[in-house]
């Protein structure tokens, strides 16, 4: 009776450790563990130095208390109270002075960081805006050439190696701006601050981020990829970005490019190089390439399963998104999606 309840539990134990023990691969593309880039890595330092010092002190303590409980468990002489230390100078300087020790070297490290954190590594950074919107993110480059913003949605494209700052403002509420393998975080605040942040990426790759501040319903689904790009790759996504293809002129595509009109997703929504020029929701003009759809929401596949999902029924798929159903037909979903995915 007892050694199956035992053994049940003992099955209990290993089935919750290796479900715990599963959260700690090293893959895990939300973890700072990871860093991908001097901030982050400046960060990581700091906080796993920070980590291993405070289980030192947890044992230091916990072995204390439980020397202090064995050994002193029963006084020598029964009835006799073991030796008082009330006022004992000694070991009130100790136990004063090793906190002081540990803040200090808790603090020294730490100041260190934060004034390293907020001096920008090199003089000429790539300059982004961000902007936080319930539930997506706009991001845009001002001056890679003058004159002309580069607008993107939900992807932020960045070269290796070149240091990124990020200008943070919010078109409604309070949002918050974090790659955890390549930033700190950062607060998104509306109306009132530019917050910036700066960080870099050391290899090319995507980096999940996400919005860390609860602004709604669809919180949890405003998340975004940071792409690192070879410096060429980047230099040649700006070129196709400045120059945007011309609209289809013929087959479901084009059809598709007219309905984007007729059925007023112009009115929310911007691609480059068309009359279509709305500011509501995400500019789409290189949709085609993105990974996602909705902010993460869907995979943007290449049959256009995610896109179809999507504009057949936003709601359905992420409920409370500020972008209606607009009741089209399959027949006239399928032209917009192959419009969509053509935008590239
Ligand atoms: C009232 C404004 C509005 C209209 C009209 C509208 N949209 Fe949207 N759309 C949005 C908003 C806002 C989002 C972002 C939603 C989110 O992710 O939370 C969005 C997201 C999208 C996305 C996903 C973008 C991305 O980066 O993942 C696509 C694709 C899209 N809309 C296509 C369309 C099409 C096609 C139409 C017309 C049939 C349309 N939209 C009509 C506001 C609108
Ligand atoms: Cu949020």
């Known amino acids: 009776m007892r050694n199956g309840f035992n053994r049940i ?20 593309p939300l973890s700072w563990f990871v860093a991908g880039g001097d901030a ?25 208390l439980f020397y202090a409980l064995l050994r002193f468990r029963r006084p020598a002489v029964p009835g006799q109270l073991p030796p008082q230390v009330h ?9 004063t002075l090793v906190p002081v020790a540990i803040v200090t070297a808790i603090a020294v490290p730490t100041v260190r960081t934060i004034f390293s954190l907020a ?32 607008t993107t949605a939900n992807e932020l494209r960045i070269p290796v190696g070149r240091t990124v700052l990020a200008s943070v403002s919010s078109a409604d509420v309070i949002h918050s701006f974090w790659v955890p393998r390549l930033s700190g975080t950062i607060d998104v605040i509306p109306g009132r601050q530019v917050n910036q942040v700066w960080f870099n990426a050391w290899a090319p790759g995507e980096y999940y981020g996400w919005c860390k501040e609860y602004c709604g319903t669809q919180h949890a689904q405003m ?17 196709a970005r400045l120059s945007p293809p011309a609209p289809p002129a013929s087959g479901p595509a084009r059809q598709g490019y007219e309905l984007f009109g007729q059925l007023g997703c112009s009115a929310c929504h911007t691609v480059d190089g068309t009359p279509y020029q709305g500011r509501v929701g995400p500019n789409l003009t290189n949709i085609g390439e993105r990974a996602t759809v909705g902010a993460g929401v869907l995979p943007n596949d290449p049959q256009g399963q995610g896109l179809f999902r999507w504009v057949k029924n936003p709601q359905e798929v992420k409920p409370g998104a500020k972008m209606p159903a607009l009741g089209l037909s399959d027949e006239q979903l399928k032209a917009i999606v192959a419009y969509l995915l053509s935008l590239k």
């Open 9 to 28: 539990m003992l099955r209990v134990l290993a089935g919750a450790g290796a479900f715990l023990l599963s959260g700690c691969s090293p893959e895990y």
């Open 40 to 64: 982050a890595e400046q960060a990581r330092q700091l906080t796993v130095f920070v980590l291993v010092l405070g289980v030192l002190v947890f044992v230091g303590v916990e072995g204390l």
């Open 87 to 95: 006022g004992h100078r000694t070991l009130e300087v100790v136990w």
């Open 119 to 150: 001096t920008l590594p090199e003089p000429n950074p790539l300059r982004v805006e961000v902007i936080g919107h319930q539930w997506w993110w706009e991001f845009r480059y001002p001056e890679i050439v003058p004159g002309k913003t580069i």
């Open 223 to 239: 998340r975004f990829r940071v792409v690192a790009m070879a410096a060429a790759d980047f230099d040649r996504w700006v070129q």
